[in-house]
């Protein structure tokens, strides 16, 4: 069963994950500037990613999850595979 993580608040993003931090030098005129500036930087091999492969698809698992609670009106359990 997934375990709740304490969420972090940074520059109006909020990232649920083991390493995850944004700066908050950035401002919000501009909200998907900071990830894909990460983004670009990951690709070009200049920093790590915040999360990992595993974390997004877990947050897939999540958001999937959301979606059948939603539809059915039921509880939906998330395994976590860590």
Not at 26 to 36: E, G, I, N
Not at 37 to 43: G, L, M, N, P, T
Not at 53 to 78: P, S, Y
Request: hydrophobic fraction near 45%.
């Amino acid at each position: 069963m997934l375990k709740a993580r304490v969420p972090i608040r940074r520059a109006g993003f909020l990232f649920v994950g083991r390493r995850a931090q944004l700066s908050a030098t950035h401002t919000s005129t501009r909200p998907l500037a900071p990830p894909l500036e990460h983004f670009c930087a990951v690709i070009r091999g200049e920093v790590e990613p915040l999360v990992t492969v595993r974390d997004g698809l877990q947050n897939l698992r999540v958001v999937e999850a959301i979606a059948e609670a939603a539809r059915t009106g039921h509880l939906v359990a998330v395994e976590d595979d860590r």
